[in-house]
């Protein structure tokens, strides 16, 4: 079956200006995380989805940051006033649900975000 | 706070040699473990997943184990090729996992 996809799947913009990032998880899958990563490191956590709500934020790192879920699928991940800092690719993954026993998570490939 | 720390940071070896890569974390609270391949400019790939009642997992030439004690969890590749090349990274956690920086593994033919 289909994997999780991510579009765009790269995105330049200016400073200032608002980006709009998309996940389509696995068909079936109640939980959705995003993370986000920089060159040479691990993914770091951003916020994760257990159906339409946000189960936790914590990764956020500021009120700039936004994410929606609104039908418990496709999310958007939302982004004001970019930075340069904010560049990196912001990877989204999947689980069939979330609780501990069956949390195998599965990523896409990634939006490369590149704040000029 | 969770810290993962993967060790080496970067391996190469010669095609056909069996190799052990590591990951500690201090929390040992930790509840899944998975191991992942990112090959340059993609995802992350699932090799692995070992649940909080289990020690190891195998699948293919790949072998997990995991140490909760410890804190410690290997990847054992056997006979590596070089189709292998790629970084590997290891994420533990409940819900939201919490990875290291990764093992960039070379396998030369």
């Known amino acids: 079956g289909a994997g999780v996809s991510q579009t765009p799947s790269n995105k330049v913009t200016e400073k200032g200006k608002y980006v709009e990032l998309r996940c389509d998880p696995i068909?079936?899958?109640?939980?959705l995380y995003w993370y986000r990563q920089s060159l040479g490191q691990g993914p770091e956590f951003l916020i994760y989805f257990q159906g339409t709500g946000a189960a936790d934020d914590s990764g956020l790192p500021n009120d700039r940051f936004f994410a929606v879920r609104p039908e418990g699928s496709v999310s958007t991940l939302k982004i004001q006033r970019t930075e340069r800092g904010d560049s990196a690719v912001y990877l989204c993954?999947?689980?069939?649900?979330?609780?501990?026993?069956?949390?195998?998570?599965?990523f896409g490939p990634g939006t490369r975000l590149t704040v000029l | 706070k969770q810290e993962v720390t993967q060790i080496p940071a970067a391996l190469s070896v010669p095609e056909g040699e069996n190799l052990v890569l590591n990951c500690s974390f201090t929390d040992s609270a930790i509840y899944n473990l998975q191991w992942f391949r990112q090959d340059p400019g993609k995802g992350l790939t699932s090799l692995l997943l070992?649940?909080?009642?289990?020690r190891e997992q195998t699948s293919g030439r790949l072998n997990a184990s995991l140490d909760k004690s410890s804190g410690r969890s290997t990847l054992y590749i056997a006979a590596s090729q070089p189709g292998d090349s790629a970084t590997y990274l290891c994420g533990g956690g409940s819900e939201k996992l919490v990875f290291g920086k990764g093992t960039k593994l070379t396998v030369n033919p």
């Open positions: 068909s079936g899958h109640t939980a």
């Open positions: 070992i649940q909080s009642s289990q």
């Open positions: 993954a999947s689980s069939l649900q979330s609780g501990r026993s069956y949390n195998e998570q599965f």
